[in-house]
Nanobody
Framework: VQLQASGGGLVQSGGSLRLSCTAS????????IGWFRQAPGKEREAVSC????????HYRDAVKGRFTISRDSARNTVYLQMNSLKPEDTAVYYC??????????????????????WGQGTLVTVSS
């Protein structure tokens, strides 16, 4: 499975970006997809996840109300819509796929190590 994250870029504080996560040769439908980020000098942190059942969503507190994760099964893509961006959102963003336990379940892995497949990352830079 090859995941590809895209959509990053440079945006001013308060602006918006939409990240996309696509897969080659594998349907993302009904699996948990997570978005993570890693800022320079900091540890990777979970941002959001969409589960495999009813597409229930989860967010870290710092992005609640600003970010929205969604799935478009027809395009085999998971999006992360990021609004009201802040300089502290600056990071490389990664999408990840969990296939062993998440199919059809209302469950998202808590730890990044539980995801089996990762995209290459896309850089988001928010200027003040």
């Amino acid at each position: 499975v090859q995941l590809q994250a895209s959509g990053g870029g440079l945006v001013q504080s308060g602006g918006s970006l939409r990240l996309s996560c696509t897969a080659s040769g594998f349907s993302l439908e009904s699996y948990a997809i997570g978005w993570f980020r890693q800022a320079p000098g900091k540890e990777r942190e979970a941002v959001s996840c969409i589960s495999g059942e009813d597409d229930s969503t989860h967010y870290r507190d710092a992005v609640k109300g600003r970010f929205t994760i969604s799935r478009d099964s027809a395009r085999n893509t998971v999006y992360l819509q990021m609004n009201s961006l802040k300089p502290e959102d600056t990071a490389v963003y990664y999408c990840a796929l969990e296939i062993t336990r998440s199919y059809g379940r209302d469950w998202c892995p808590e730890m990044g190590d539980e995801y089996e497949y990762w995209g290459q990352g896309t850089l988001v830079t928010v200027s003040s």
